[in-house]
């Protein structure tokens, strides 16, 4: 089976590549590395000691995207490629509408011209908005607090607007938790582009000594010991979720959320990289950063029955994975 990975080169479509090369997939990325760079995809080769084949395309571009598609029998597109950076979304919002949703309608009509039936999506946990936790895919949705949200809720709907139009257009919409962590070899993991907007990459950066404190972002939420509650997974695990999604998709749209299952506070999380690492983390505590919910964490029990997938790494590895690749770089 040939897959077409869009945004492959990026933090989670580069460990998805692994995951995909592992169990067997023929591999295609096309990524135009506005967030990335193409050493990470040699790295993966180096650890799969398998071939991929790149287009360095902007996947907006859609004779570029037909071209790929002219050249290859592809079964199935995996949808990371888009910008993520959810402060960027709200100064520059005509940025993430453009490419998020753009991208996403180049490359669905090109599966309708190629006729290529199934396709995954990287979705959001912050489609939900300010839902009750746990998240369950069946909620309706609340609006979400910026364009980067907005433009997820709005490709969920376009792809599953074409799918209800055309059943055999099989769509999985994953919506992602908190992916952190990085391959075991510590040879490719989360690269920020400057400072780091995410927990995870701001505490090895701490520890690492370029940046002096942690900020937590307010300590009065309505939560056991006041900090944010997220749902963290080891982007292993959540790759590892594609490879499911691909194999069982059926015909239509599914909604499967990736996530543990279980809500951890900035505070625990703080505590256990200690712990793993014996790197004392200093911080203090600020505001609440605008837009911050207080809790997020994942109802997982569709994603266990439909598709037989479940987390098997915990917090611990997590953080001993992030470390091992922040030393590296
Ligand atoms: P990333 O920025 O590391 O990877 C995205 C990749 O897409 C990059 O390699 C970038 O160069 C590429 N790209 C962006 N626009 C492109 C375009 N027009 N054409 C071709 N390539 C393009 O981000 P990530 O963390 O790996 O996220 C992947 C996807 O998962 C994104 O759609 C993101 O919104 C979604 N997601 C991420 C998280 C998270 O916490 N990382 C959570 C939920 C959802
Ligand atoms: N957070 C924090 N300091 C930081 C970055 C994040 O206190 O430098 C908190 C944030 O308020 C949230 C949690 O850590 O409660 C996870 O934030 P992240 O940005 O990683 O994920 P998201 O908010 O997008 O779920």
């Not at 990026?10 to 067997?24: K, P, Q």
């Not at 084949?53 to 990371?80: A, K, L, P």
């Not at 520059?92 to 309608?105: A, M, Q």
């Not at 997220?230 to 979720?241: F, K, P, Q, S, T």
Request: proline share 4%; with cysteine; glycine share 8%.
């Amino acid at each position: 089976m040939i897959v077409l990975v869009t945004g492959g080169a990026g933090f989670i479509g580069s460990h998805t590549c692994i995951a995909l090369l592992e169990a067997g997939f023929k591999v295609i990325v096309a990524d135009n590395l506005c967030n990335s760079r193409v050493e990470i995809l040699n790295k993966v080769m180096e650890i799969t000691k398998k071939n991929i084949i790149f287009y360095e395309i902007d996947v907006t571009n859609e004779h570029s995207v037909d071209r790929i598609f002219s050249e290859h029998h592809i079964d199935g597109v995996i949808h990371f490629a888009g910008y993520k950076a959810v402060g960027e979304s709200v100064k520059e919002p005509l940025k993430y509408y453009y490419n998020n949703i753009i991208s996403t309608i180049v490359l669905v009509r090109a599966c309708q011209k190629y006729k290529v039936q199934r396709f995954v999506f990287s979705s959001s946990a912050t489609v939900y908005g300010e839902n009750e936790v746990p998240f369950k895919e069946s909620m309706i949705l609340k609006p979400t607090t910026n364009p980067y949200g907005e433009s997820k809720t709005i490709s969920e709907r376009i792809l599953i607007d074409v799918s209800e139009a055309n059943p055999a257009f099989s769509v999985a919409l994953l919506r992602y938790f908190n992916p952190i962590g990085a391959h075991e070899s510590g040879l490719i993991g989360e690269e920020p582009n400057g400072a780091p907007n995410n927990l995870m990459p701001y505490i090895t950066q701490v520890a690492k000594g370029k940046i002096e404190k942690l900020r937590i972002f307010g300590a009065d939420y309505p939560t056991f010991d006041g900090t944010g509650v997220r749902d963290y997974i080891h982007v292993m695990d959540l790759a590892e979720g594609h490879i499911a999604a691909l194999i069982h998709l059926k015909e239509g749209i599914h909604k499967y959320n990736l996530g543990s299952g279980k809500g951890t506070s900035v505070l625990e999380l703080v505590t256990i990289f200690e712990e793993e690492t014996g790197i004392k983390i200093p911080f203090d505590v600020i505001d609440r950063r605008p837009g911050d919910i207080a809790e997020c964490y994942a109802d997982v029990r569709k994603a266990r029955e439909e598709l037989n997938w479940y987390v098997i790494r915990d917090l611990r590895m997590m953080c001993r994975d992030a470390w091992r690749f922040e030393k590296n770089i």
